[in-house]
């Protein structure tokens, strides 16, 4: 079985200050990682991936992650936050298994950037 | 890339009735999902839907309640069946491109059941 967690459920930061959304991960064997971020009354949009490679991973919008494998965690960051990145994230993680493609979610993160 | 539309985009429903959710992309894909969010909440798949096959469900889920049609390769829908307060949620439809290597999501179908 495969899991996500993400501790907060709210990180509130000032415009122009940096940012970090926190996941852990829970998967047998290596896994795939995904941040998406969700507007109001909008789907998912898709940000970053992590399939193999550099531990650093750029996405959209100035995003970045981290992947680190010994802490099984995967936190989203960006240097310096705009009031428009105010949103609900998701990671998400699926096992590198070809036969299962489904993405298990994580509880979401609400990330209010003050001005 | 791929560009997915769903209907409706939100619908009040009465307890007791379904509704059927429709799911449409713009391109070929093999495999599709649904997932549904309830208020506040992440998203939980329900299903996933193979063109030419059964979909397959998750615990919790089953084919009585939320039925999934697949007849070709870019349109799937749900039914949510004899509808209850509960399944107030959003619903969406996603699917995963050959070289994609993500997932794209539909807008979403906003549901509530009265």
């Known amino acids: 079985a495969q899991s996500v967690a993400q501790p907060e459920d709210q990180v509130n930061v000032a415009e122009g200050n940096p940012l970090t959304v926190k996941c852990t991960y829970s998967?047998?064997?290596?896994?795939?990682l995904f941040w998406y971020v969700q507007y109001p009354n909008r789907g998912l949009q898709f940000l970053l991936k992590?399939?193999?490679?550099?531990?650093l991973v750029k996405g959209s919008y100035g995003f970045e992650a981290e992947f680190n494998k010994s802490q099984t965690s995967f936190h989203l960051k960006k240097p310096s936050a705009l009031v428009s990145d105010s949103a609900l994230y998701f990671c998400?993680?699926?096992?590198?298994?070809?036969?299962?493609?489904?993405?298990?979610f994580g509880s979401g993160t609400r990330l209010q950037v003050q001005p | 890339s791929a560009v997915i539309s769903q209907k409706p985009s939100r619908d009040i429903c009465q307890r007791g009735t379904s509704l059927t959710i429709q799911c449409q992309v713009d391109?070929?894909?093999?495999?599709m999902f649904w997932y549904r969010q309830q208020p506040g909440q992440s998203l939980t798949l329900i299903a996933t839907?193979?063109?030419?096959?059964?979909?397959?469900?998750e615990s919790g889920f089953v084919i009585d309640k939320f039925p999934i049609s697949r007849p070709n390769l870019t349109f799937s829908t749900l039914t949510v069946s004899n509808m209850s307060p509960e399944d107030s949620s959003i619903y969406l439809c996603?699917?995963?491109?050959?070289?994609?290597?993500?997932?794209?999501f539909g807008p979403g179908t906003r549901l509530t059941v009265l």
């Open positions: 996603s699917v995963e491109p050959g070289l994609a290597g993500f997932q794209f």
């Open positions: 998967v047998s064997g290596n896994p795939y």
């Open positions: 992590y399939i193999t490679g550099d531990n």
């Open positions: 998400a993680v699926r096992a590198l298994d070809m036969g299962r493609r489904a993405l298990t």
């Open positions: 391109s070929q894909v093999t495999m």
């Open positions: 839907a193979n063109q030419g096959s059964e979909a397959t469900y």
